[in-house]
């Protein structure tokens, strides 16, 4: 193995990803797949996690999928323990569970004042719940036992570092992630072990299903609002969710071992521009 092949490795590295059907998840793991690591995906959408698993496993990789619901903290645990006797340990947690809702959002017929709070709380759970702190819960106090520590990786947003417009639960969600990340960083270091790190990708704007309706036209065609994301992206495109692929290792291997409580952009510019 080459200096930069070991510096950057995963290889026999256990991943286990809440949300692992998404998009987003789905991408990540046929990446951190082909970089050596073994792959664990849970989903609440059964037939879809099933479809991502088989499609890993024609690919060559070792993964594994289990029918999920990350807001419950005891099929959390159920889950973890049946990944513990399968793989005897979780190295990398990834919390790509999350997304928005119609009917937590704001538009030209529905007000704010008119939004119904179960709706809003609805995605905070699925966010901010089921996206991080019950996983990290679990997967957290399980990765105590790793001689080598462990990694959790959460999945903020651009709404993390400031409001976008309309989503008012997903960015109170979002912004919740990223304090809660630091938050965590910094109590398992002091309190449990230095190494287990903590830290957050905030991808920009990927077409996934959660947003589509909100950026593209059912033409396929630009709405205002993704037309305005693309006029403030500096790169001046959507991300691809294979662009996500390069930082997840960085913040996964030994290449990160310095790095925890961080929320990484990976926008193609959208935060760093200020409109001007």
Request: charged share 20%; glycine share 10%; no cysteine.
């Amino acid at each position: 193995m080459s200096y930069i092949e070991e510096l950057f490795s995963i290889k026999d590295k256990v991943a286990f990803f809440t949300g692992g059907a998404g998009i987003l998840a789905s991408a990540i793991s046929e990446g951190l797949g082909k970089a050596g690591a073994k792959i664990v995906l849970t989903d609440i959408n059964e037939q879809a996690l099933r479809n991502q698993v088989n499609k890993l496993r024609d690919m060559g990789i070792v993964a594994e999928g289990y029918v999920m619901n990350a807001l419950d903290r005891k099929n959390v645990e159920e889950v973890a323990e049946k990944v513990r006797s399968a793989f005897g340990r979780v190295d990398i947690l990834l919390n790509a569970a999350g997304g928005n809702i119609p009917e937590a959002t704001t538009s030209d017929k529905v007000t704010f004042w008119d939004l119904p709070v179960e709706s809003i709380q609805k995605v905070v759970n699925i966010n901010l719940f089921a996206g991080a702190i019950i996983p990290s819960q679990v997967l957290g106090k399980m990765m105590l036992e790793n001689p080598d520590g462990g990694v959790i990786i959460n999945f903020a947003s651009m709404s993390s570092f400031r409001p976008l417009t309309r989503v008012i639960g997903y960015s109170a969600a979002k912004a919740a992630v990223a304090n809660f990340t630091q938050w965590l960083a910094v109590y398992v270091a002091r309190e449990f072990s230095p190494k287990i790190r903590v830290n957050a990708i905030a991808p920009g704007f990927l077409i996934t299903n959660q947003n589509r309706y909100l950026l593209l036209n059912e033409d396929g065609s630009l709405t205002p609002r993704g037309k305005a994301v693309i006029d403030h992206t500096p790169m001046g495109r959507f991300g691809e969710p294979e662009e996500l692929i390069g930082t997840i290792i960085w913040l996964a291997s030994s290449a990160s071992s310095f790095v925890t409580g961080t929320v990484i952009p990976i926008d193609g510019g959208f935060n760093a521009f200020s409109g001007v």
